[in-house]
């Protein structure tokens, strides 16, 4: 690898037991990951648990109409199913574009909130929202329940395609026009939400509220679906940039120098979280926190190398996606809490002590 | 599939929404036009102020297992388990009380969990939106027979009709109604006033007057300008608890001194719910709230 030739003499060791680690917190996160899946299988207001599985099972092969099966089939494989998967596609996809942010900008704070995907995406849902009723009526009735996803995935890519023609001159995309522009777009598009939220009436502002908090409590089989696709390219597609994106650690012309071809390497990692993040945010609203947290939280544990930091954000992202819609489902149960204020409970102390611990030195991306 | 058929069977004969009663075994059309199957009404929840309201109203109060965080009226309410928002329900959390029937106002959602709560076996009955005072009877009598207490629904529902048609004999007895305003609440000193669209539009109808705020679509809030441009001559002061006093808010506010408010136009401070909450007691609401703009119309 080219950076491991770059790294200074005495800060070999350091790195080769950094190594070490991240491969430990690799495995860690995948035991846990499935740890998190059992436990969200099994807990749920409702009080059934993997032992129901079976006869669940059962129901849905034979089809049974005994109202206790088809109970424990809705609620296992219709409910808790469909939702733990989304959970950890929706935790892994945010995390992972976080993370590839933080890299392509070298700002830590970067996140695909930042360069305006997430406005552009909430802004085309609450337009849904807002104009259901009369303006966009027709279509929002014709696609049903799907407008709303479509609406936001749509949104957020019409926002990347946007950026991407604003910041694309001769032939190369300048990071810093990049950035500004997204910040641009994402006050526009958030003026835009505001003007719209105005113009609601009651019930539809309490449904944009909701909505802009996050939720996992409409999953369903045909929203895991519809994000399968967008986290799948997204995170097949890691092991590719792992070399752009550790050589853009060093800055853009030594990534040049070292052979990296920087302009497809922008373009792959923008479109690509675009669409991701635009899928997640369609089927379970905008959920904060995850895309930042979850890197620093890996480049805490184990450093600034791409290899470990990709696929160790993936599966912590979605392992704290889908503890936290454990606690949205059973804290208030049965009602339920927006994810995204546990979201801001779990991670934000735990972030808070990490920083501190480690005397506020927060390692660049 | 068979069930739809004899639904459209019994519905060709005896028009919509009519059951086959069958014990008290009935298959009711519901407000969407799905025919649920109800025969146990031994545990309900309830989705709604206002659905609770009913239930309460027809003796079903006991049966009530869980309700929404808009179910606030009787007290006795508060006993019950919460499913959260209404707006805002989980499939799950919905099953977990183990209801038999589920009555839900039409505001009921996210629409993904009514999907998949049409799909459980706990049968599901959609209430027709309040989009004037006929809905109210309506309401009343869907819920009687999804519960199988059709002759006690009727005999409300027939109530409610009677309250409306005095309250419209006694409307007929206005010469000039008044133009007046619902403030909903007083927030950053601007008011939130119900325009087109709202509970408060149709009960300032049904209670004889014109809404001053109808060119606003909603609850939206008003400017002290505004306020003095829409020229309300009676303001309708919504309180949510009895420690609140929204009418000492709206007379400190600059915009209704400047329109004579507490002095030359009153205002009358009523009960959120018991205004708003478009159940049982609505007629009630309107009717009180008729004497109190119209003190010199006879009774």
Do not use: C
């Not at chain 1, 694309?168 to 026009?177: D, K, M, N, Q, Y």
């Not at chain 2, 929404?17 to 009935?26: D, E, H, I, P, Y």
């Amino acid at each position: 690898m080219a950076i491991e030739s770059l790294s200074l003499p005495h800060a070999a060791s350091a790195s080769s037991d950094r190594h070490a680690l991240g491969w430990r917190l690799l495995i860690a996160g995948g035991l846990v990951l499935v740890l998190a899946a059992l436990v969200s299988l099994s807990v749920g207001p409702t009080g059934l648990t993997l032992s129901d599985l079976p006869r669940a099972l059962l129901a849905a092969y034979s089809g049974s109409g005994a109202p206790a099966d088809v109970h424990a089939r809705l609620v296992l494989l219709e409910v808790r199913l469909p939702r733990t998967i989304l959970a950890a596609f929706v935790g892994a996809s945010l995390a992972v574009a976080g993370a590839m942010m933080q890299g392509l900008f070298r700002n830590p704070l970067a996140d695909p909130g930042l360069i305006g995907v997430s406005s552009g995406a909430a802004l085309a849902a609450v337009a849904t929202i807002a104009l259901g009723s009369s303006f966009a009526g027709p279509w929002v009735r014709a696609l049903g329940i799907w407008a709303l996803p479509a609406a936001a995935f749509f949104g957020g890519f019409v926002t990347t395609i946007v950026l991407m023609l604003i910041a694309r001159r001769h032939g190369t995309t300048a990071i810093s026009t990049l950035l500004l522009a997204g910040i641009a777009l994402g006050a526009i598009a958030g003026a835009l939400t505001g003007l719209l939220a105005y113009v609601t009436d009651d019930r539809e502002l309490r449904d944009l509220t909701l909505w802009s908090m996050g939720s996992l409590a409409g999953a369903s089989w045909q929203k895991v679906l519809a994000i399968t696709p967008f986290a799948l390219v997204l995170l097949l597609m890691t092991p590719r940039l792992i070399r752009a994106l550790n050589g853009l650690l060093l800055g853009e012309a030594e990534a040049f120098y070292l052979g990296i071809e920087v302009e497809s390497a922008k373009l792959r990692i923008v479109t690509l979280t675009a669409a991701a993040v635009g899928a997640a945010v369609a089927v379970a609203g905008t959920i904060g926190f995850v895309g930042i947290v979850v890197p620093h939280l890996v480049r805490l544990i184990a450093g600034p190398d791409h290899r470990i930091v990709l696929p160790a954000s993936a599966l912590l992202g979605a392992v704290l996606v889908v503890v936290a819609d454990v606690a949205a489902r059973m804290i208030v149960a049965p009602a339920e809490l927006p994810i995204g204020i546990i979201m801001a409970v779990i991670g934000a102390p735990v972030f808070l002590h990490l920083v501190i611990r480690r005397g506020g030195a927060l390692s660049a991306p | 599939m068979r069930r739809l058929i004899a639904g459209i069977a019994a519905l060709a004969v005896v028009g919509a929404g009519t059951q086959v009663t069958n014990g008290w075994a009935a298959e009711v059309v519901d407000a969407t036009g799905y025919i649920v199957k109800a025969e146990d009404a031994s545990r309900l929840l309830s989705i709604g102020g206002d659905t609770t309201e009913i239930l309460y109203a027809l003796g079903y109060g006991d049966q009530i297992v869980a309700v929404d965080t808009t179910s606030q009226f009787p007290p006795e309410v508060s006993t019950k388990r919460k499913v959260g928002y209404m707006r805002a329900l989980s499939t799950e959390g919905v099953l977990s009380t183990g209801a038999t029937l589920i009555l839900a106002s039409a505001q009921a959602g996210p629409p993904e969990v009514v999907k998949a709560l049409r799909a459980s076996s706990v049968p599901l009955v959609l209430l027709p939106d309040n989009t004037g005072p006929e809905s109210l009877a309506e309401k009343v009598r869907l819920i009687g027979r999804a519960v199988g207490a059709e002759a006690k629904a009727d005999e409300l529902a027939a109530s409610l009709e009677n309250q409306l048609r005095e309250l419209a004999n006694a409307r007929s007895r206005i010469s000039k109604p008044a133009k007046a305003i619902v403030v909903l609440s007083v927030s950053s000193g601007r008011a939130l006033v119900g325009g087109r669209g709202t509970t408060a539009d149709i009960m300032l109808s049904l209670a004889g007057a014109t809404n001053a705020a109808a060119s606003l679509n909603g609850y939206k809030p008003v400017s002290d300008e505004a306020l003095i441009e829409l020229a309300p001559e009676a303001i309708i002061a919504v309180r949510r608890g009895p420690d609140e006093d929204t009418a000492a808010d709206i007379a400190a506010l600059p915009g209704f001194k400047a329109i004579g408010a507490g002095d030359d136009v009153p205002i009358i401070t009523m009960d959120a719910l018991y205004l708003l909450g478009f159940g049982p007691r609505a007629p009630q609401a309107a009717s009180e709230l008729m004497a109190q703009l119209y003190p010199e119309l006879p009774r």
